[in-house]
């Protein structure tokens, strides 16, 4: 089996098969410098002093694919950790560590306790912008 390696290089960062040593991919997102990546359950996640973590899916290691951009700390994203691939934790430099749940149905049973089972189209877009509203609580 091989590893493989995520190289910073000013704000990009490769991906490289270390059994084979060629140039898989490169990902340009961030705004400022990768300060930490971490790599678990077909996910990549990137911190960055641009205060965002990118979560990045990379089942086909050729054409890495970003499925969120993480926004949140108001300062450089100083760790990130992948936990499984619908959980991100990462840490700033404000002092804050942040638990990211990426799965749109246990955002939105979440968002359904925490509203009283009463869920907005306006607060649905505030909390799960670009993904369409439906009705999500009973």
């Known amino acids: 089996m091989s590893r493989v390696e995520a190289r910073q290089d ?25 300060l930490a990546v971490a790599y678990g359950s077909g996910v990549l996640a990137t911190a960055s002093a641009d205060n965002t973590v990118e979560v990045l899916d990379t089942a086909d290691p050729t054409r890495i694919t970003r499925t969120a951009t993480l926004v949140g700390h108001t300062g ?23 638990r990211w749940e990426l799965d749109p149905n246990r955002v939105a ?28 609580c009973p």
């Open 10 to 34: 000013g704000r990009d960062w490769t991906l490289a098969d270390l059994a084979r040593p060629i140039r898989l991919s490169t990902f340009t997102g961030h705004t400022g410098a990768v």
């Open 109 to 136: 049973n979440l968002l359904c306790r925490n509203a009283d089972g009463n869920l907005s189209a306006e607060q649905w877009e505030a909390r799960l912008p670009g993904i369409p509203y439906r009705p999500p």
């Open 76 to 98: 450089p994203v100083v760790a990130v950790a992948v936990h499984s691939d619908s959980m991100i934790v990462s840490a700033g430099a404000d002092g804050t560590v942040r």
